[in-house]
Every structure is written in C-alpha cells, then in structure tokens.
C-alpha cells in the first residue's frame, strides 16, 4: 500500500480508481480528511488531501500526528509520498519545476512534532540526517524520467510556519541559510514519518517565484499560481502513474 498526501492544488486524484472511503480516527485525533484507498495502474494506494477535501486547513492547524499515524498505522502503508507547492528561492528554480528535494530546515513553531513527549514514556531520538528515504526518492526520480518527466534531484526545503507568504528579508534570510525552495507543510510531517519508521519522500512542485525573486520582485501574483499548479500538477499525476505502473 503505498500513501500519497496531496497538497495545494491536489485535493484528489483523477487516476486513481477509488475502491472505499474510510473515516478514521486516531490517539493524536481526526485526521484531515476521509482515506480514500483505490488502485493507481497495479498498485494500491491511500490518498488523503493534507489540507482538507475542501481546502479548509491551514498549514499550521493541519494535525500532521493524526495524518502519518492514520496512514502509518490503520491503512498499513509501507511508503509515503508527500506532493505539495513551494517557492522557488534558487534562481534555476523558476515556476513549472518539479522537484525531489534531498534536504529540510525547519521554522515552525508551535505545532506538534512528535509521538514521544515524554511524561511518563521515555523520550526518543531519531537520526534525521537524510530526512528522505533515499529509495523512495530514486524511484520517485526514476518514474518521472520513464514518464518523460523532467525533476530537479535534490533541493533544500525550508519550512515556514504560514499561513502568510514571506517577507523579501525573510526569505533573503532562508537564502543565506542555504534554501532552495520554501513550503509550509514539510515539517513536522517528515520527522513524524520517521518516528513510525515509514519511508517517507516529496515530489514539490514551484508555484511562485518566493518574495524578492523573479516577478515576485515587489508582489506575488495570486492569479498565475493557479494555472501554474495545474499544469504542474498534471506532470506530477503522470510521474505518480508511472510509478505506480509496476508491481513493487
């Protein structure tokens, strides 16, 4: 069973052939949505929207615990792949691109990052050197090239606590800190998948230029991001069938 949470722009998937609808309800509480399980070309899959089905969630009241855990635990998936939208910082990463990133660094604040806070349990470390399995991540790559696909290998994703976009100063500052793009969902999701030892990887795609950069010199044009996302995420669809075209 592999998982597919999707982002912005991505509150369902038109390929994949839906089997049931399930309603689950975790220790960390309800996730964001109803799993839908069906099938992508011969592989079973779980989606669920990260934001809601409706788009309702913003990126810090998501209940990423409850989202991992449902997926994790009660659909017995043995992978995860995370799709969502980001700015593009690094200057070859204009609209349009698609990306694996490699990297995290994290600016939330506030939200809840972890199975294991203490108490009475016993506090866990976890190695998050390589914050996304590298197997996933090559057969992410792997399945873009076979659909004809281009994808950036590697990026440094910097996660801001949202809901707002970014200052010009702000994100000058996620730069000189070694950023290539900036999401507001990839933490603490990754981390948490990590803790439950599920592989977990990310397909992002750049909807916008990030504050200061490119036509988002003085302002970000809402309008253009819609079309963007769509077009983008039409590629991403076509990459996720092809990895889904063979059986694991």
Request: net charge negative.
């Amino acid at each position: 069973m592999l998982a597919i949470i999707g982002g912005s722009g991505l509150t369902q998937l038109s390929n994949l052939e839906v089997t049931r609808r399930e309603v689950i309800r975790t220790p960390y509480g309800e996730p964001s949505g109803a799993l839908t399980f069906g099938r992508i070309g011969c592989q079973d899959v779980v989606f669920l929207a990260r934001h809601g089905y409706g788009h309702t969630i913003p990126p810090h009241r998501v209940n990423y615990r409850a989202n991992i855990w449902a997926l994790a635990q009660d659909a017995k998936a043995d992978g995860i792949i995370s799709v969502a939208s980001v700015g593009g910082i690094r200057p070859d990463l204009s609209p349009g691109t698609v990306i694996a990133p490699d990297q995290i660094l994290d600016y939330t604040w506030g939200r809840h990052a972890t199975y294991h806070e203490g108490g009475d349990r016993q506090v866990v470390h976890i190695d998050f050197t390589e914050p996304y399995d590298g197997a996933l991540r090559r057969r992410l790559l792997e399945a873009a090239a076979t659909a004809g696909e281009a994808a950036v290998d590697g990026a440094v994703y910097a996660t801001t606590q949202g809901p707002r976009l970014e200052t010009i100063a702000e994100i000058n500052r996620l730069e000189r800190d070694g950023a290539d793009v900036v999401g507001m969902t990839g933490m603490p999701e990754a981390s948490l998948a990590r803790e439950l030892e599920i592989p977990y990887a990310a397909i992002c795609v750049v909807a916008n230029w990030a504050a200061g950069r490119g036509d988002s010199a003085h302002r970000i044009a809402f309008d253009a991001i819609e079309k963007t996302l769509q077009l983008s995420l039409a590629r991403v669809r076509r990459t996720l069938e092809h990895l889904c075209a063979e059986p694991r």
